[in-house]
């Protein structure tokens, strides 16, 4: 299945399981966010401080809900995939993977022919960069896959309508969707509401529309949210993009 990829500018695609950034002597403020983040350097270097060490690498693979703060010289490329997709499963072996010579080397061939392209990317790039790190990953509870399903594309919906579909309590649902993928439920739901803004600001609608329609208290809350997930404001995406899809495919 082809993937509907939302354009955030030339140098950043994303869809709801995965996106490529593209840029040069660049640096993104403290950030955290829900997705896996694997950075390669193309013609330069990147630099992470985690934990107050500062370390210099071709390539690292930075697990979800890491707080960093990351800068290149010279030319890279973010490729980014939520938990659960491209064979990454939701379990978390270390915050910070650093891929060998020879995995590195691959990664930044694939790396520069994305960069070629502008950055553009599909389904197919994103499992080839992933692939060197797949992990075994169970299935999910159907109870929980179907809730997390209904809560991608409506990220809005109450927590209550879900469990009701379920047969469920809202609390018993959180329980499952904690123990199934290590991540609480708000968590899930505060990542999907941030997309689906996003989606929304990109048809047309203004911050604070965008905020409330995606079930945000308010704009503030939904900059928040943003900058906490990319390490910028919501007020950074260019108006003049093409929206292609607003749906997940897991």
Not at 95 to 109: K, M, N, Q, R
Not at 210 to 221: M, N, V
Request: charged residues 20%; aromatic residues 8%; proline residues 4%.
């Amino acid at each position: 299945m082809n993937e509907p990829v939302v354009a955030l500018s030339s140098r950043l695609t994303v869809t709801r399981a995965g996106a490529v950034h593209l840029g040069c002597d660049e640096r993104v403020s403290r950030h955290a966010t829900q997705a896996f983040k694997l950075v390669v350097a193309i013609d330069g270097e990147l630099v992470i401080e985690h934990e107050g060490e500062r370390a210099t690498h071709r390539a690292v693979l930075v697990a979800p809900y890491v707080a960093q703060t990351m800068w290149t010289r010279g030319a890279a490329i973010g490729f980014f995939a939520e938990p659960g997709t491209r064979g990454l499963g939701f379990e978390r072996a270390g915050p910070l993977t650093i891929p060998d010579a020879v995995t590195t080397e691959a990664l930044s061939c694939i790396a520069r022919d994305a960069a070629i392209d502008g950055g553009a990317v599909d389904g197919a790039a994103l499992d080839a960069v992933f692939g060197f790190f797949r992990q075994s990953t169970p299935r999910l509870d159907k109870r929980v896959d179907s809730a997390m399903r209904w809560l991608a594309s409506d990220p809005a919906v109450s927590v209550q309508a879900v469990a009701d579909q379920q047969r469920m309590s809202a609390t018993r649902l959180r329980h499952l969707v904690q123990q199934a993928t290590g991540f609480p439920l708000r968590a899930h739901r505060l990542w999907h509401r941030t997309l689906r803004a996003i989606e929304l600001q990109l048809q047309g609608r203004s911050l604070a529309t965008a905020a409330s329609e995606a079930g945000f208290a308010d704009q503030a809350h939904f900059t928040r949210s943003f900058t906490r997930f990319f390490g910028r404001t919501p007020s950074s995406v260019p108006r003049d993009v093409r929206l292609e899809a607003t749906w997940i495919a897991r």
